[in-house]
């Protein structure tokens, strides 16, 4: 399974960007598709996931500015980031969670500049 993200960038403190990233190599559905995020010298977290039920979970500091969605029969998922902070910082990784194994894309920066 590949995951293939796309997205990232430069962005000013205040401005958006949208985050998309695609299955491939699969036939099967994941059950939970998301992102995380790891910012500079720190921990990899999870910023949002939504499951085949379009059952979400966001992280605190996201939420109200990020959005998530999911095209389900074409195995993609989006991030919406609005109203970007220079904590918001990170190289952003694309998850998701199939019965009997995890797939991770990547990582696609994104840089947000005060």
């Known amino acids: 399974v590949q995951l293939q993200a796309s997205g990232g960038g430069l962005v000013q403190a205040g401005g958006s960007l949208r985050l998309s990233c695609a299955t491939s190599?699969?036939?099967?559905?994941?059950?939970?598709m998301g992102w995380y995020r790891q910012p500079p010298g720190k921990q990899r977290e999870l910023v949002a996931e939504?499951?085949?039920?379009?059952?979400?979970t966001y992280a605190d500091s996201v939420k109200g500015r990020f959005t998530i969605s999911r095209d389900s029969p074409k195995n993609i998922v989006n991030l919406q980031m609005n109203n970007l902070k220079p904590e918001d910082t990170a190289v952003y990784y694309c998850?998701?969670?199939?019965?009997?194994?995890?797939?991770w894309g990547e990582g696609t920066l994104v840089t947000v500049s005060s």
């Open positions: 190599g699969t036939r099967f559905r994941p059950t939970v």
């Open positions: 939504i499951t085949v039920g379009d059952r979400i």
């Open positions: 998850h998701a969670a199939f019965l009997r194994e995890d797939s």
